[in-house]
């Protein structure tokens, strides 16, 4: 698409302003972009809505030399992570973990390990497949979790149905919890403050646009502005007022309006914040 008509689709989705805005994406998948051979135009939406950089996150070893090659490709808009997604183990988890040290031995060099952890929603209705799947998870997890504290590198956690097991297993581990984000956080106050309590972070989507998010509001609140990051961990979880549909990086301008008027700050403010705290936690 010509750069003039990028920039109408800007104007006319609401996504353009007059100046960059600096976002930082932390949590986005680009693999389905590219394998759908739309990403240039994704990335061109996602520059014109003021987005500074995007990391996209490694699930599976497919995408893991994928988003090598893109990070490469594109300089000091994309950063990227491996990890090995819990709806991803299975008998050969080994396999693909055995390979994530790695990926840090080559450039360009991911940011963070995962995402990982556990995973009960996605889990199959048959007991004994669950049970296993749960337990392949929960070695992987493992495995991740002691690769990070070796490296001391950051750790990307999805715990969906699993925030008990996930936090037990991180205590266990000897992490850094400074190091631990819980990204997605769609728990409430009391979880948030126990995952505050012990120095690990969550990040927020486009939940936080939704009318029935009070109890994930109020988790951001309670971390407060200083400790606060921005995802859209797109193509899912589309903010207001694009919901139901496809998520990109560019709708992240959404959630981050939403969470200024959370906040009571300016837009400018809460764009800051999001992108110091980000840059600092991985270290960009």
């Known amino acids: 698409m010509p750069g003039g008509g990028r920039l109408s689709l800007a104007r006319a989705t609401g ?21 759908k051979g739309v990403l240039p135009e994704v990335l061109a939406r996602a ?61 360009p060099e991911p940011v963070a390990i995962g995402e990982t952890g556990l995973d009960r929603f996605h889990l199959p209705a ?6 296993r799947l749960l337990r392949w998870q929960k070695a992987s997890f493992a495995a991740h979790l ?10 990307v956690v999805h715990s969906r ?7 037990d297993m991180i205590e266990a581990s000897g992490i850094d919890w400074a190091r631990v984000v819980f990204h997605c956080f769609s728990e409430g106050e009391a979880e948030m403050a126990e995952l505050a309590g012990r ?10 646009t939704y009318k029935n998010a009070e109890a994930v509001r109020a988790a951001a609140r309670l971390q407060g502005l200083g400790r606060f990051m921005l995802e859209t961990d797109a193509p ?3 903010p207001v007022p694009h919901r139901g549909k496809p998520n990109e990086p560019a709708y992240l301008r959404h959630t981050a309006e939403a969470a200024a008027a959370l906040f009571g700050v300016d837009f400018a403010t809460l764009s800051a914040a999001s992108s110091d705290n980000a840059r600092r936690f991985y270290r960009l």
């Open 15 to 35: 996504l353009w302003r007059d100046s960059a805005m600096g976002l930082i994406d932390t949590h986005t998948h680009l693999e389905s972009f590219a394998r």
């Open 47 to 107: 520059r014109e809505a003021g987005l500074e950089m995007m990391i996209t996150i490694g699930t599976e070893p497919g995408d893991w030399a994928l988003y090598s090659d893109l990070c490469r490709e594109h300089g000091s808009l994309l950063r990227h992570t491996v990890g090995l997604h819990p709806c991803s183990v299975d008998e050969r988890w080994s396999e693909a973990v055995a390979k994530l040290e790695g990926c840090f031995e080559q450039g």
């Open 126 to 131: 048959d007991a004994e497949q669950a049970e």
């Open 161 to 167: 149905g699993a925030f008990r097991e996930c936090m």
């Open 146 to 155: 002691d690769l990070a504290r070796r490296l001391g590198c950051p750790l």
């Open 199 to 208: 120095g690990g972070v969550g990040s927020f989507t486009g939940i936080l």
């Open 236 to 238: 899912y979880l589309t």
